[in-house]
């Protein structure tokens, strides 16, 4: 045997001792984790959770806040719906119909009676001015 040759058999048996010793690391277990390591992780993960969702809670909230138009100091005039503005204006405008027939014929009985008093006025009216 040669020396070059010696030379590649402990090269290769050096690459398989390293193979091998690999191996058999990456085939041990890993060292476990205790109860309280296990506990606290699971804490610090509910933690984390719960922060981060009350963390978008509040960023919501600011956010609409943040958009609404600031109170002002003085009253506003809210305008109505249309729709309500119809029937209101509607229903005054058949309260003022109504109104007007109303008084019309209050108008009317106030002629015939009036008509009825001046009628049986006039007769006697009528019988003094022959006598006299």
């Known amino acids: 045997m040669s020396l070059i040759e010696m030379d590649r058999t402990c090269e290769e048996h050096a ?3 390293w193979i091998t010793k690999y191996r058999s690391a990456v085939k041990t277990p ?4 205790s109860r309280l390591m296990k506990v606290r992780e699971a804490a610090n993960t509910g933690y984390n ?3 981060l969702r009350v963390h978008g809670m509040l960023n919501r909230w600011t956010q609409t806040r943040m958009q609404r138009p600031a109170p002002s100091p003085q009253p506003m005039l ?3 719906p249309q729709t309500l503005n119809r029937k209101m204006n509607q229903a005054a405008m058949n309260q ?6 109303t ?3 209050a108008t009317m009985k106030q002629a015939e009676s009036s008509g009825e008093q001046q009628s049986e ?5 009528t ?4 006598t006299a």
Do not use: D, H, L, Y
């Open 49 to 51: 959770i719960i922060v």
């Open 127 to 130: 019988a003094r001015s022959k």
């Open 15 to 17: 690459e398989e001792a």
């Open 30 to 33: 890993s060292i476990q984790k």
């Open 96 to 101: 003022a119909t109504m109104n007007q027939a």
């Open 103 to 105: 008084m019309m014929q």
């Open 78 to 80: 809210v305008p109505e």
């Open 121 to 125: 006025e006039t007769p006697a009216a």
